[in-house]
């Protein structure tokens, strides 16, 4: 079995289940010293969100147990292993400190000029609800400059995910 921590559109569990249908709750985990950053070039152009190094600062996400030898649609789904690498964190979650496998964006595809569309965005904060993350952390989330999607259908079918 294989801890998955998600912290980005991944924390929306009909996005998750369609990709790894195994992953079953765990709890909710905090990472010490990073921050969600939306700088990983997508390829509609959009910033899809990734894990900075941030002292002081902390991201809150959901762990999820899987099959490890059934992970191929999050893989898939990641870009792995050119776009994201997976790659292992310390996470504290119900009083003990855990290390879980999760995805960070390789150097070359990101790009801090970057922003999430809008429809992205809200398939993050509706999983970071959905997860019960702590609601000062869901408000920062929803700070976030976003950007309208210029391709109408690809935002309809995004938004149309149960």
């Known amino acids: 079995m294989l801890e998955y921590f998600a912290y980005g559109s991944n924390l929306f569990v009909p996005r998750l289940a369609a990709r790894v249908p195994s ?63 997976e790659t292992e964190v310390e996470v504290a979650m119900e009083g003990t400190r855990r290390r879980v496998m999760t995805y960070t964006a390789s150097k070359e595809w990101t790009d801090p000029g970057l922003r999430p569309f809008d429809w992205y965005l809200d398939l993050v904060l509706a999983g970071a609800r959905a997860s019960g993350l702590p609601p000062a952390y869901i408000a920062g989330l929803a700070a976030v400059p976003a950007v309208a999607d210029p391709d109408e259908a690809r935002a309809r079918a995004n938004r149309a995910i149960p």
């Open 23 to 85: 992953a079953r709750f765990a709890g909710v985990a905090r990472l010490a010293e990073h921050r969600v950053v939306f700088h990983k070039r997508g390829a509609d152009g959009s910033g899809k969100a990734t894990l900075a190094e941030a002292p002081g600062c902390a991201v809150w996400g959901a762990v999820y147990v899987c099959e490890a030898g059934r992970i191929g649609g999050l893989r898939r789904a990641e870009g792995w292993p050119v776009q994201y690498r």
